[in-house]
């Protein structure tokens, strides 16, 4: 299984920007980079995904490094409701898994 | 609220008991997983349907467990002869189709506790 380097923790202010930070050095071509965030007493929910470009939605922005080995999730505007543990994950295309592998994850705190 | 639900939310039994939980996925999705979370750590892939055929399971997923999805809809999960071990959250996700760029839709789970 493809393997992804988050650090444990992060925190933030409320209403600042947060820079999630990814390593996924052994990233294979074709594989896709995605992020996903758990909530306390929730399960995971989508936030975004990416190839080789830079990406947008309505949730985050996700910047992928020219050589694909890192990755940034960027929260433009951090809310008490965006506490929560935050997973880059690679799907991967070898063995035609359909898995999602899911690491420790960063946990984020945001201070008001 | 994703659209996929989870029965029961919570499940205390006690050890050698069976249990069963149920998955309702978003109704159009045919891909179906099932996902373990033990407290701090990222859920861990147990299997997944693909209709009603079980196209993958994981070896974390011994034989005292079994999951089948017998029309394609709804699925169950069982356990038999629980162990205190298997005190965890159950997920349960459904996608649309297949592909590596398809997001997977996850239940709020189902808290087991073995005692």
């Known amino acids: 299984d493809a393997k992804t380097t988050q650090p444990n923790s992060m925190e933030s202010n409320e209403e600042e920007p947060v820079h999630l930070p990814c390593n996924h050095s052994t990233i294979s071509g074709t594989d896709y980079i995605h992020w996903y965030r758990q909530l306390p007493s929730q399960g995971p929910e989508y936030v975004i995904h990416g190839l080789t470009s830079n990406v947008n939605n309505r949730m985050a922005s996700l910047a992928i490094a020219e050589d694909r080995k890192s990755s940034t999730l960027i929260l433009h505007r951090a809310t008490l409701r965006d506490a929560a543990v935050y997973y880059c994950?690679?799907?991967?295309?070898?063995?035609?898994?359909?898995?999602?592998?899911f690491g420790k994850g960063t946990k984020l705190t945001v201070n008001p | 609220d994703t659209g996929v639900s989870q029965d029961p939310r919570h499940k205390i039994t006690k050890r050698g008991q069976n249990v069963t939980f149920r998955c309702d996925p978003i109704?159009?999705?045919?891909?179906l997983y099932w996902y373990r979370q033990t407290l701090g750590q990222g859920p861990e892939f147990l299997t997944y349907f693909q209709n009603e055929a079980q196209l993958e399971k994981s070896r974390l997923l011994s034989n005292r467990f079994s999951a089948e999805r017998p029309k394609g809809s709804f699925s169950t999960l069982e356990i038999q002869r629980t162990e205190q071990g298997d005190s965890a959250m159950y997920l349960c996700?459904?996608?649309?189709?297949?592909?590596?760029?398809?997001?997977?839709?996850f239940g709020p789970g189902t808290r087991l506790t073995v005692l």
């Open positions: 996700a459904s996608s649309a189709q297949r592909g590596r760029s398809v997001e997977q839709f």
């Open positions: 994950i690679l799907r991967e295309t070898q063995g035609g898994s359909e898995k999602l592998v």
């Open positions: 109704s159009e999705h045919n891909r």
